[in-house]
C-alpha cells in the first residue's frame, strides 16, 4: 500500500495501547487513539504529534464506535489497520461472581472489539484491505485461578479473532491476536514471577506494540488467525 496507513487504537492513552499507537506512528501510519478519558485529560507526548488525532468514546456502546467510525471515513476516507486493545481484568472466585461481573467483563474485553471490528470492516471489505490485530491474554489459552470471567472472555476474543480471520480472508484482510504474558505496566514487583520465566525476564509494552506493528504491515499478508503468545517462553 503505497498510501499513508489508517489506524485505529482502542485504549491508546496508557500502557500496551500507548505504546502501540507510538509504534504505528513511527512507521508512518495517521493513527487515530481512543479512551473514554477527555481529550483535555490525556496528558502524554502523542497529542503533539501531526499524524495523531484523539477520539474520545466508550467503544463498548456500538452508538459511539458509529461515531468514531463514521468520522474516521468521513475525514480519512478509509480505515486500514484496527488494534482492539480495551481490556479490563479482575481476580475475584468464581461461584461468588455475579452477573453483573460478567456482563462487566464480556463488554469491556469482548464486545468493543466486536463493535470496532464491524464498523471496521465494512470499509475493509470495500477498499479489499484491513489488518485486525486483538490484544487478548495468555490467560484466554491457559487457565489461571481466580479468573474464571479474565480467562472467558479473552478467550472468546480469540474465537472472535479465528472466525473473522476465516470468513474475510477471501476479502484481503487478517485477523490476529496477540496473547500477552507479564507485561511491565509500572506497577509491582515482578521479581517472583521472573524466576518462573525461561527467559528471566518481563515484558514491556514496546514489545506487544512491535509485533502489532509487523502484523499491521505488508510482509504480514500471509498471518491470519493466529494466537501468538508474547510471555517469555512462560507456556510452551
Known sequence: MDKQRIAFVSGSTRGIGLAVAKALLDKGCMVIGNSRTKELDVHHELRSRDNYLYIQGDVTQEEDVSYIFKRIIKTYGRIDVLVNNVGMTSRKSFIASTEKDYDEMFRTNLLGAVHCSKYALKNMIFNKYGRIINISSIAGTNALPFEVLYSSSKAALIGLTKGIAKEYASKGVTCNVIAPGVIDTGAGNYDDIKKSIPTSQIGSPEDVAGLVAY?????????????????????I
Not at 508474547?230 to 507456556?235: A, E, N, Y
Request: proline content about 0%; cysteine-free; aromatic content about 10%.
Open 215 to 235: 502484523l499491521s504491515s505488508e510482509e504480514a499478508a500471509y498471518i491470519t488467525g493466529q494466537v501468538i503468545k508474547i510471555d517469555g517462553g512462560l507456556f
